[in-house]
Nanobody, 120 residues
């Protein structure tokens, strides 16, 4: 069972930066998208950023212009550079990978989550 391993979370002051990393514990084939989601206490999980196999990206409105998603296609890893952090960015951040091998065979992988806390 392949797992996604996240790292890079922690405590930072407002205005600071953090870089999250996510790598699979084994091989994943047919990766279509790699993404970061977050969930704050009492709130629904929301998309932070997504990167497609072709390299195009989507960002949630709250993080546009501050966060950058990137990927390493050799390592099948995904990264999230977070700059100008705000207290409202505090949440558990989850890595997500969608693999599509055929029309009938797709799989959604999730990491265990990493805590990001931004102090004011």
């Amino acid at each position: 069972q392949v797992q996604l391993v996240e790292s890079g979370g922690g405590l930072v002051q407002a205005g600071g930066s953090l870089r999250l990393s996510c790598a699979p514990s084994g091989s994943i084939f047919g990766i279509e998208t790699m993404a970061w989601y977050r969930q704050a206490p009492g709130k629904q999980r929301e998309l932070v950023a997504r990167i497609y196999s072709g390299g195009s990206t989507d960002y949630g409105d709250p993080v546009k212009g501050r966060f950058t998603i990137s990927r390493d296609n050799v390592k099948n890893s995904v990264y999230l550079q977070m700059n100008s952090l705000k207290p409202e960015d505090t949440a558990v951040y989850y890595c997500n990978v969608v693999s599509v091998l055929s029309v009938w065979n797709s799989r959604n992988y999730w990491g265990q989550g990493t805590q990001v806390t931004v102090s004011s």
